[in-house]
C-alpha cells in the first residue's frame, strides 16, 4: 500500500493527547478490521495463524485505547468500549475489504491518495 502521508493530518493527529488517542483508534479500527478481511485470502494456515496472532494485538490496542479514551458524546459508556465500527450487530468482529479500508482511511485523511 502507498500514499501520500498528508502532512497536515499529522500535525492535527500530533496536536494534543486526545488527537493522538482519537488518530490511534482510527487506524487501529481499521486495521483489525483489514486483517480480519484478509483472512479469507490466507491459503497457507501457518500465515493465517500468524494473521491471527497480528490481528489478536491490534485488537488489544485498540481495546487499551478505547479504556483510556474518555466516551465520545452520544455514545453509550457501557458500550464504548467495543463499539459497532469493531463488533457488528452479532457480536463478532467487523471484516472489511481491503478497498474499504483505503477509501475510510483517505476520508479521513491521512493520507492523499492511498493505491495498492
Known amino acids: 500500500i502507498t500514499g501520500a502521508l498528508n502532512q497536515t493530518f499529522l500535525t492535527q493527529a500530533l496536536a494534543s493527547r486526545e488527537s493522538i488517542i482519537q488518530t490511534a483508534r482510527l487506524l487501529e479500527t481499521q486495521g483489525v478490521a483489514a486483517l ?3 483472512g479469507k485470502y490466507i491459503k497457507d ?14 485488537a488489544r490496542h485498540l481495546a ?3 479504556d483510556i ?3 465520545p458524546a452520544g455514545t453509550n459508556a457501557n458500550t464504548a468500549f467495543a463499539g459497532d465500527d469493531s463488533v457488528n450487530a452479532d457480536g463478532l468482529d467487523v471484516k472489511l475489504e481491503a478497498t474499504t479500508v483505503l477509501a475510510r482511511v483517505k476520508a479521513a485523511g491521512v493520507v492523499t491518495e492511498p493505491t495498492n
Open 36 to 38: 480480519n478481511g484478509a
Open 45 to 58: 494456515a501457518r500465515n493465517l495463524l500468524i494473521g491471527g496472532k497480528l490481528v489478536s494485538v491490534e
Open 64 to 66: 487499551a485505547l478505547r
Open 69 to 71: 479514551a474518555p466516551v
